[in-house]
């Protein structure tokens, strides 16, 4: 029975939602686990630094191929092994980061998904500045950690200045950083908070919806439980639709197909979510033509 090395950065309990999708993706391709697949977790549970030697540990099991969700989780299982084979779920430019050499043809051991989460950041400055029209000082919120943490930056820092606004960097890597970050926020009476792209934060993302309503720091972050929790606003991608590809891939790969025939895919499913509730609770008044684009919104 073929074995599949499942490697991820954050925790299994907050991503049930995610699995499920995965194991969706597996069962059209024919796979079910415990019936003719086995599925070999591991979690970091966000300690980054573990995860080469998680991958390492798969290699040595000798699983038939490795998911790799997230994009730290997918560098160190490219760095583990050059011939399992890799299907990779990351929200960064797989080209830029190293982790295929094309697209179309991913060439090596590793192909997969990406979703627009990355490169939808400097949308949710847009967004943000969109219900704080006359704010002229916003904050963004990155985890050092994160492989991308600088091009994230970057980007940022560039929508920012095309707005005209002035973007103050925070950093955040472990829970205790998070109260200390809202408590600077708080300080300084932020006008504003985009949340960056990265799998500690997702994990954390109802503690951060607490927080941002605490403070009273209007916030935008990828992830829809972010909304609901709370919080007032999420864009990004789908995240049970990138994990749902990822599944069908691994199936691929567990008929025979090769990572390097199959090109890298971009989930492009973008979802907006405002919660009304919380912006009257800000006195935060939300454009109409903004509430008629959203997906959903929560009151």
């Known amino acids: ?9 954050g925790s299994e309990t907050l991503l049930a939602d995610r699995i499920q999708a995965f194991q969706q993706g597996l069962k059209e391709t024919g796979f079910a686990e415990h019936r003719n697949a086995e599925i070999e977790y591991r979690w970091a549970n966000d300690q980054y630094d573990r995860l080469p030697m998680l991958a390492s540990e798969l290699v040595r099991r000798q699983v038939t191929v490795i998911v790799a969700t997230t994009a730290p989780a997918a560098l160190a299982a490219k760095a583990a092994t050059r011939e399992i084979p890799i299907i990779f779920e990351a929200a960064v430019d797989p080209v830029m980061t190293g982790l295929v050499t094309s697209l179309n043809q991913p060439g090596g051991n590793l192909t997969g998904v990406t979703s627009l989460n990355v490169e939808v950041a400097p949308k949710r400055i847009e967004l943000l500045h969109d219900v704080l029209p006359m704010v002229t000082v916003i904050s963004a919120l990155i985890n050092p950690a994160n492989p991308n943490a600088e091009s994230q930056s970057n980007d940022l820092r560039a929508a920012a200045r095309s707005l005209g606004l002035k973007l103050q960097l925070l950093h955040a890597k472990s829970e205790g950083d998070l109260s200390v970050v809202f408590n600077v926020l708080g300080q300084q009476r932020s006008n504003g908070l985009v949340i960056g792209a990265d799998a500690f934060f997702v994990s954390h993302t109802e503690r951060l919806a ?6 009273a720091v209007p916030t935008i972050f990828e992830y829809r439980k972010f909304a609901a929790a709370g919080g007032l606003m999420s864009y990004g991608g789908s995240f049970t639709e990138a994990y749902r590809q990822v599944g069908i891939y691994a199936g691929r790969v567990l008929k025979g197909e090769k990572p390097a025939d199959l090109p890298v895919q971009q989930s492009t499913k973008v979802e907006l979510i405002i919660n009304l509730k919380t912006a009257k609770t800000l006195g935060i008044s939300v454009p109409p033509t903004l509430l008629a684009r959203a997906d959903e919104v929560i009151d």
């Open 1 to 9: 029975m073929p074995i599949i090395g499942f490697l991820n950065a």
């Open 210 to 215: 607490e927080l941002a309503l605490q403070h």
